[in-house]
């Protein structure tokens, strides 16, 4: 599997990846969860296009926790528009209709804040590490 | 192909739920930290079974271990329901010791109980998505219900189709706000109580039966 594309922002930036939905399609749930956290733990703040199911959500803080270390890791911010919920239904579920397409803004809980989070608007203050 | 071994799936799940009811079900209590998990556990364990589940702090992530109390049996209008509770960590993205070094610890404790607290979550996940069989959340109805994690918990049990209740605990604070909850979870029963001075439990042991029995 290709990395993401190597971008060196030196002292002054922070590096942002934004990561396609079709990227993320033919990846497997820990490969996307190794991608998001390896991203994460450099420093980087990763945008998903179409973000995580349930299930890979519930995974990615499960792997997080297991590698948060003191003064080095912390764990991550993540924020995502809320799902909207037409056509959401039990049946949709029984039926595979489940979309999970949603914006999500992942990065170093210690480099990142939330401003300010609504239905349509994600305002985050990033810092430098 | 693969929608129907899905659809097979999700009629075998559901079929087993609604009709294996041979074993107490297994009732996760859930929330963020700091929400008042494990003084509801001891609440519910105390009015029914003289027990207590786990000593209950102010401080975040007193609860580093998931603790069952198996065969509660709730008596609601005659008829018995019986559940075994389990009190989780709370649920976070994020663990820094430092956060405890502002409750008096030194530096080595804050570093352990953080270490600790990240396990814990680890595993409260691994319950949700394995072990459980129906969710009570609980909120601080005092603070914003409308996180990434409250969002992101309720999301993954509606996608596990768990029966849930949402409780709106500490109503006996001023700044309490109840309404709010409901509108950030309409799709769900949001139940108000005090599980500290044990205000309004005739509701919220109703509910329990009518959801979980």
Do not use: C
Request: a negative charge; glycine letters at 8%.
């Amino acid at each position: 599997m290709s990395t993401v594309p190597e971008v060196t922002p030196g002292d002054d930036g922070v590096q942002i990846d934004l990561i396609s939905g079709a990227r993320m399609e033919g990846l497997a749930s820990m490969e996307k969860i190794r991608l998001i956290l390896d991203g994460v733990r450099d420093g980087n703040i990763v945008i998903l296009e179409e973000g995580l199911s349930p299930d890979e959500e519930s995974k990615l803080i499960e792997v997080t926790m297991t590698e948060i270390s003191p003064d080095e890791f912390n764990g991550i911010e993540i924020e995502t528009y809320p799902q909207s919920k037409g056509g959401q239904g039990f049946l949709g579920r029984l039926m595979g209709k489940e979309t999970t397409k949603k914006l999500t803004v992942i990065g170093p809980a210690n480099q990142i804040q939330t401003l300010h989070k609504d239905e349509n608007l994600i305002s985050a203050l990033v810092s430098r590490k | 192909m693969g929608l129907l071994t899905e659809l097979r799936d999700s009629i075998s799940r559901v079929a087993d739920r609604l009709f294996t009811d041979s074993e107490p079900r297994r009732i996760g209590i859930y929330g963020p930290p700091n929400a008042g998990k494990t003084t509801l556990a001891n609440r519910i364990a105390r009015d029914w079974t003289g027990d207590a589940i786990g000593p209950e702090s102010h401080i975040p992530h007193e609860t580093r271990r998931a603790r069952r109390k198996e065969n509660v049996e709730i008596e609601r209008n005659g008829k018995k329901v019986t559940i075994d509770i389990v009190d989780t960590p709370g649920v976070t993205t994020k663990v820094d010791y430092k956060e405890f070094l502002d409750h008096d610890m030194q530096k080595d404790d804050a570093v352990r109980r953080s270490r600790e607290a990240t396990e814990g979550v680890a595993e409260a996940m691994h319950w949700l998505r394995e072990d459980v069989e129906g969710v009570i959340y609980v909120l601080d109805s005092t603070e914003d219900p409308f996180t990434q994690v409250n969002t992101m918990l309720i999301g993954i049990i509606e996608s596990q189709d768990l029966p849930v209740l949402i409780f709106a605990n500490k109503t006996d604070l001023e700044d309490s706000n109840v309404q709010r909850i409901a509108n950030a979870f309409p799709q769900h029963e949001t139940v108000p109580l005090s599980a500290l001075e044990g205000n309004n439990m005739d509701e919220v042991y109703d509910k329990i039966a009518e959801y979980f029995g």
